[in-house]
């Protein structure tokens, strides 16, 4: 069943085009990325199906009826509605039902009003789906309902657009870089999520492994040219190197950038297994695999980097706290010649804090800093750099340096590495402000890259780059020689790059990992799968239980039944609430038999209703033990 078809569209920015005569379209439960360099209209493609902008020419045709929902990089939210009055704002019968019931509760001295909105949760089937969107929430740590909008971090509001955009449950989702602002643990609930329902998605994303385990379908643009690939992203790979090696020889670096991109991806597994125990006890097959990989890389590009000394990087019992959050606690290590680290943990753990100190932008409360005296370090931001107005691509970068020296006397000058991250020489002459937010973004990574550091420390570096330009900076980064600290979600980019990674667990617990992040995933895994042996083994041999373990026992306790029991504790505490207030009003000399009737009616509600939860609340409590 077809929904959505986009019929010759066209899009021109002044002499320049964009895009020209492109057609395609979108079939029920189909999952579709949308892969192209940037600057060639990604995003302008999202927004005419959409309806937020209008092709120059051609026009899309929508299914009658269709419910549509796009996700777009910088979201347009009201700043003054609350999380939850966002959520309820959107044009959901479903949701508008939770609504008038929650707000029913709020009044129970209203019984129509209360008997109307537990119809109307009955009639919708909606008690399934109030569960499913504070789910939705929870997952996305937004579980503060009443925060503003205006007072939410970038990343934050575009994961309320997203839960916005997954709860509305539309016939079409449409995401610009949906896993942008997303932490690891996220992205990997969004893929479950999407794996589970039947939905309908078209995509833009630079994360490879979102890509080859969410998209069924691929649509690449290229050169003005659209190439459908009915696969994922392991196939997509396949059938480019096959075309590639049937166009021109100019093409030459293309091809071998998807071979060696092929090759890897073969490699790799193609899910997430489990391992023995003896994988958990036995950190040295990590290790070796962790080395063999970077053995296995053959150096294209020799970097003659300045000289490192013997003293790289020393950290000396670092602490740093904010109110409340902890984020290092006397942290040490010594950095050696090569390393390459991935730094990894939940939004809001400290990553950035943690480069920013060792970069010297931001102080420890305690501990030292102690930086080599030849270290040089290239640190590329989440911010950006400030282009001065007028500027050209060319003279940007030439502000920072003019080569990169290589072996041998040789040397990339500035226009060959714009070159090589895709900026060819016409670009190179283009004014900055007419770039795209990824050209940007490519354009600030070779300003960073020109000043020849020694010590690379990149901060999201992958957020807005397309596919293309992640394969040239991963070969660059594979030549790198001197020290490398990667703080990035993108797995597939890290898996290729590091050899081990900085795990920030929160409250101030870093661990050091020896081994890429699939390695990691095995081994956090293989723990949790021992974990539950072992509880299970203790539980069937203990010699104390007398009585059965209930089959909604701990261990099996689900996520509902965890965030019901949380939520009847504070329901009690309102009911106990409200009937002392309903007994103080007993008190009134002035009260008319018809009050006296009235009141006693409500405290009676009240009572029968403290009864009814706190029985539940025993039985769920009763599970717990």
């Known amino acids: ?31 579709i990325a949308l892969i192209a360099k940037n600057g060639t209209g990604k995003t302008s493609i999202l927004r005419i199906m959409s309806g937020a902008d209008t092709p120059d020419s051609g026009q899309v045709n929508y299914r ?12 347009d939210l009201d700043p003054k509605l609350t999380v939850e009055e966002t959520i309820f704002a959107s044009d959901n019968e479903i949701l508008k039902v939770i609504h008038a019931y929650e707000k029913a509760l709020e009044n129970p001295e209203d019984a129509d009003a209360y008997q109307s909105a537990f119809e109307g949760m009955e009639r919708f089937n909606a008690w399934d789906f109030e569960t499913l969107y ?20 970038g990343g934050q509001k575009k994961r309320l657009a997203l839960a916005n955009a997954l709860i509305n449950k539309p016939d079409l989702l449409v995401l610009d870089e949906p896993t942008n602002h997303l932490d690891l643990e996220m992205i990997e609930w969004l893929e479950d999520y999407f794996a589970k329902e039947n939905m309908t998605l078209f995509m833009v994303t630079h994360d490879r492994f979102f890509l080859e385990r969410v998209c069924t379908e691929i649509i690449e643009l290229d050169h003005g040219q659209l190439y459908p690939y009915k696969g994922n992203y392991s196939y997509y790979l396949e059938k480019k190197e096959a075309r590639i090696e049937q166009e021109s020889a100019e093409q030459h670096k293309s091809e071998q950038l998807f071979k060696k991109e092929l090759t890897w991806m073969r490699k790799q597994p193609k899910a997430r297994t489990t391992k023995s125990k003896s994988r958990i006890e036995d950190f040295q097959e990590i290790k070796a695999k962790a080395s063999q990989r970077r053995k296995e890389h053959e150096v294209q590009l020799e970097i003659n980097m300045e000289r490192v000394g013997s003293k790289i990087l020393e950290l000396h019992k670092i602490s740093k706290s904010y109110p409340d959050k902890p984020i290092l606690d006397q942290f040490e290590y010594t950095f050696t010649k090569g390393e390459r680290i991935g730094v990894i943990g939940k939004n809001g753990t400290g990553k950035s804090t943690f480069l920013n100190i060792l970069t010297g932008t ?5 501990g030292k800093v102690v930086v080599g005296e030849t270290t040089k ?49 016409k ?10 937010g990824g050209e940007r973004k490519r354009l600030y990574l070779c300003t960073v890259l020109i000043q020849n550091p020694n010590f690379l420390i990149l901060d999201e570096p992958t957020n807005d780059l397309d596919i293309v330009t992640l394969n040239v900076l991963e070969s660059f980064l594979l030549d790198f020689p001197g020290c490398l600290i990667v703080v ?28 890429n992040y699939s390695d990691y995933r095995v081994y956090e895994d293989s723990k949790v799968i021992e974990e539950r042996k072992e509880k299970s083994n203790a539980k069937a041999t203990s010699e104390d239980k007398i009585t059965q373990i209930p089959k909604n026992s701990k261990a099996n306790l689900t996520y509902l039944e965890q965030k019901e029991h949380k939520n009847l504790e504070k329901d009690i505490q309102k009911l106990e609430k409200k009937k002392t207030e309903a007994q103080q009003k007993f008190a009134d000399p002035g009260l008319s038999g018809e009050d006296i009737d ?16 706190t029985e539940r609340w025993f039985e769920l409590s009763a599970m717990l033990e």
Not at 427 to 436: G, M, P, R
């Open 64 to 75: 009658k009826g269709i419910r549509m929902s796009f996700l777009e990089q910088e979201p």
């Open 377 to 425: 370090f290239g640190y590329y931001t989440q911010t950006g750099i400030e282009i001065k107005a007028g500027q050209k691509v060319i003279d940007v970068i030439r502000d920072f340096g003019d080569f990169i020296p290589l072996k041998k006397g040789r040397q990339i000058s500035a226009q060959q590495l714009l070159e090589r991250f895709l900026f060819d020489r």
């Open 598 to 613: 009235k009141l006693s009616i409500e405290l009676q509600e009240v009572l029968d209703a403290i009864e009814a939860k």
């Open 134 to 153: 504070k789910q939705i929430l929870f997952k996305l740590k937004l579980e503060d309902l009443n925060a503003k909008v205006e007072k939410l971090s």
């Open 1 to 31: 069943m077809n929904l959505l078809s986009v019929e010759n569209i066209t899009k021109s920015f002044g002499e320049l085009v964009l895009f020209k005569d492109l057609s395609f379209g979108i079939n029920k439960d189909q999952k």
């Open 362 to 366: 931001d102080q420890p409360d305690a």
């Open 488 to 515: 990035s979600h993108d797995r597939y980019f890290m898996d290729k790059i590091v050899d081990h990674l900085f795990v920030f667990r929160g409250d101030a617990v870093v661990e050091d990992f020896p081994g």
């Open 427 to 436: 670009k190179q002459y283009d004014f900055v402000d007419k770039l795209s």
